[in-house]
Protein backbone atom coordinates (compact mmCIF):
# COMPACT_ATOMS: atom_id res chain seq x y z
CA UNK A 1 0.00 0.00 0.00
CA UNK A 2 3.05 2.40 0.88
CA UNK A 3 4.52 2.04 -2.47
CA UNK A 4 1.07 2.65 -4.42
CA UNK A 5 1.27 5.83 -1.88
CA UNK A 6 4.68 6.82 -3.15
CA UNK A 7 3.84 6.08 -6.66
CA UNK A 8 1.12 8.29 -6.31
CA UNK A 9 2.51 10.85 -5.58
CA UNK A 10 4.91 10.63 -7.85
CA UNK A 11 3.20 10.65 -10.66
CA UNK A 12 1.22 13.69 -9.36
CA UNK A 13 4.59 15.63 -8.79
CA UNK A 14 5.89 15.01 -12.36
CA UNK A 15 1.98 15.73 -13.57
CA UNK A 16 3.04 19.20 -13.93
CA UNK A 17 4.88 20.83 -16.54
CA UNK A 18 6.65 23.22 -14.17
CA UNK A 19 7.39 20.64 -12.03
CA UNK A 20 8.97 18.90 -14.67
CA UNK A 21 11.03 21.57 -16.28
CA UNK A 22 12.01 21.98 -12.74
CA UNK A 23 13.19 18.12 -11.95
CA UNK A 24 14.85 18.38 -15.59
CA UNK A 25 17.16 21.41 -14.70
CA UNK A 26 17.99 19.67 -11.91
CA UNK A 27 18.99 16.14 -13.50
CA UNK A 28 21.63 18.59 -14.26
CA UNK A 29 22.91 18.74 -10.85
CA UNK A 30 22.01 21.11 -7.85
CA UNK A 31 20.33 24.38 -8.33
CA UNK A 32 19.33 27.52 -5.31
CA UNK A 33 15.63 28.18 -5.50
CA UNK A 34 16.50 31.52 -7.71
CA UNK A 35 18.34 29.57 -10.20
CA UNK A 36 15.16 27.16 -10.50
CA UNK A 37 12.88 30.21 -11.03
CA UNK A 38 14.76 32.15 -13.22
CA UNK A 39 13.89 30.59 -16.07
CA UNK A 40 10.08 30.02 -15.31
CA UNK A 41 7.62 32.94 -15.85
CA UNK A 42 6.02 31.86 -12.42
CA UNK A 43 6.61 34.35 -8.98
CA UNK A 44 9.22 33.18 -6.35
CA UNK A 45 6.08 31.82 -4.11
CA UNK A 46 4.74 29.90 -7.07
CA UNK A 47 8.05 28.03 -7.30
CA UNK A 48 8.26 27.06 -3.41
CA UNK A 49 4.78 25.82 -4.01
CA UNK A 50 5.63 23.32 -6.58
CA UNK A 51 9.12 22.59 -4.84
CA UNK A 52 7.11 21.98 -2.02
CA UNK A 53 5.14 19.61 -4.17
CA UNK A 54 8.87 17.87 -5.40
CA UNK A 55 9.84 17.60 -1.65
CA UNK A 56 6.56 15.83 -0.51
CA UNK A 57 6.64 13.24 -3.79
CA UNK A 58 10.24 12.60 -2.33
CA UNK A 59 11.65 13.69 -6.22
CA UNK A 60 13.55 16.39 -5.17
CA UNK A 61 15.73 17.37 -1.50
CA UNK A 62 16.44 20.73 -0.44
CA UNK A 63 18.36 21.83 2.22
CA UNK A 64 19.60 25.09 3.79
CA UNK A 65 22.66 26.86 4.12
CA UNK A 66 22.31 30.65 4.98
CA UNK A 67 20.26 32.00 3.35
CA UNK A 68 20.43 30.05 0.10
CA UNK A 69 18.29 27.22 -0.30
CA UNK A 70 19.55 24.67 -2.63
CA UNK A 71 17.91 21.41 -4.42
CA UNK A 72 18.86 18.13 -5.71
CA UNK A 73 16.97 15.93 -7.53
CA UNK A 74 16.94 12.03 -5.79
CA UNK A 75 17.13 9.72 -8.92
CA UNK A 76 16.08 6.98 -6.68
CA UNK A 77 11.98 7.55 -6.77
CA UNK A 78 12.23 8.59 -10.63
CA UNK A 79 13.45 4.94 -10.49
CA UNK A 80 10.60 3.67 -8.93
CA UNK A 81 8.29 5.60 -11.45
CA UNK A 82 10.20 4.25 -14.75
CA UNK A 83 10.30 0.41 -12.80
CA UNK A 84 6.05 0.23 -12.96
CA UNK A 85 6.12 1.86 -16.44
CA UNK A 86 8.57 -0.43 -17.45
CA UNK A 87 6.50 -3.32 -16.23
CA UNK A 88 3.35 -1.96 -18.14
CA UNK A 89 5.70 -1.90 -21.32
CA UNK A 90 6.92 -5.38 -21.08
CA UNK A 91 2.97 -6.35 -20.55
CA UNK A 92 1.87 -4.70 -23.38
CA UNK A 93 4.76 -6.19 -25.50
CA UNK A 94 4.15 -9.65 -24.89
CA UNK A 95 0.60 -9.23 -25.91
CA UNK A 96 1.23 -7.29 -28.77
CA UNK A 97 3.59 -10.23 -29.18
CA UNK A 98 0.78 -12.31 -28.82
CA UNK A 99 -1.41 -10.81 -31.27
CA UNK A 100 1.25 -10.45 -34.16
CA UNK A 101 1.31 -14.58 -33.77
CA UNK A 102 -2.24 -14.78 -33.64
CA UNK A 103 -2.51 -12.92 -37.20
CA UNK A 104 0.15 -14.18 -38.49
CA UNK A 105 -1.28 -17.77 -38.27
CA UNK A 106 -4.84 -17.00 -39.42
CA UNK A 107 -2.85 -15.10 -42.49
CA UNK A 108 -2.55 -18.51 -44.10
CA UNK A 109 -6.38 -19.17 -43.70
CA UNK A 110 -7.32 -16.05 -45.39
CA UNK A 111 -5.36 -16.70 -48.38
CA UNK A 112 -7.58 -19.40 -49.69
CA UNK A 113 -11.13 -19.37 -50.73
CA UNK A 114 -13.86 -21.63 -50.21
CA UNK A 115 -12.66 -23.85 -53.01
CA UNK A 116 -9.37 -24.20 -50.83
CA UNK A 117 -7.77 -22.90 -53.84
CA UNK A 118 -4.92 -19.39 -53.19
CA UNK A 119 -6.11 -16.25 -54.53
Known amino acids: MQAAVTLDRTFHALADPTRRAMVQRLARGPASVSE???PLSISLPAVMQHLQVLEA???VRTAKVG???TCTVEPKMLTAAERWIAERRESWER?????ADYLDATAGENDNDETGESK
Open 95 to 99: KLDRL
Open 67 to 69: RVR
Open 36 to 38: LAK
Open 57 to 59: SGI
